[in-house]
């Protein structure tokens, strides 16, 4: 069974810094795609982050860009989202997925997490 586990959530004064980190187990993390997206109150899932399996291509949604960062650990099975100069308007919950092919979109991925909130408060 396939489970994916995110943690590093919560407040923050705008202008501050998290990291998340989502833990997989199940399959061989090595060899997947994998993204980070996330859900405000009221709106749609949203594209955040992706990296291909092989960590050399990096994708980054407009509004994050120059302030977060993915990176993945393969040896530990476990993603991460480094978030820096956090906003008010990054408040929401963040997801991470895994198994993708068009890694930007939020219907192509086979697997996800629960959740993490973020709140940044003003």
């Known amino acids: 069974q396939v489970q994916l586990v995110e943690s590093g959530g919560g407040l923050v004064q705008a202008g501050g810094s998290l990291r998340l980190s989502c833990a997989v187990a199940?399959?061989?993390?090595?060899?997947?795609?994998m993204g980070w997206f996330r859900q405000a109150p009221g709106k749609e899932r949203d594209f955040v982050s992706a990296?291909?399996?092989?960590?050399?291509?990096?994708y980054y949604a407009d509004f994050v860009k120059g302030r977060f960062t993915i990176s993945r650990d393969n040896a530990k099975n476990t993603m991460y989202l480094q978030m820096n100069s956090l906003k008010p308007e990054d408040t929401a919950v963040y997801y991470c997925?895994?198994?993708?092919?068009?890694?930007?979109?939020?219907?192509?991925?086979?697997?996800w997490g629960h959740g993490t909130q973020v709140t940044v408060s003003s």
């Open positions: 997925a895994v198994d993708s092919n068009n890694v930007r979109s939020r219907k192509d991925y086979r697997y």
């Open positions: 990296m291909f399996w092989s960590g050399g291509t990096t």
């Open positions: 199940g399959l061989s993390f090595s060899r997947y795609n």
